[in-house]
């Protein structure tokens, strides 16, 4: 599952439940050993598989550091 926290005046997060892809498609149809775009990231399983999000990612920070963000 992908969720982010904001924090600021209001605190909060963000749950990204799924998405459409516009670019990285092969890499992510690697990641998740299919073809079938339309089942790629559809889910919160499928989409951390997808964009190669892991324990690793957990608690980085994007503002500050942006390539955080980035996936291998």
Not at 24 to 30: A, H, P
Not at 41 to 64: D, K, W, Y
């Amino acid at each position: 599952m992908l969720n982010v926290l904001v924090k600021g005046e209001e605190n909060g997060f963000v749950l990204i439940r799924a998405l459409e892809p516009r670019g990285g498609i092969e890499r992510m149809k690697k990641r998740r050993g299919l073809s079938d775009m339309k089942s790629l990231c559809s889910g919160p399983g499928r989409l951390t598989q997808a964009l190669g999000i892991t324990r690793r990612n957990h608690e980085n920070e994007f503002v500050r550091r942006p390539a955080a963000l980035l996936c291998s």
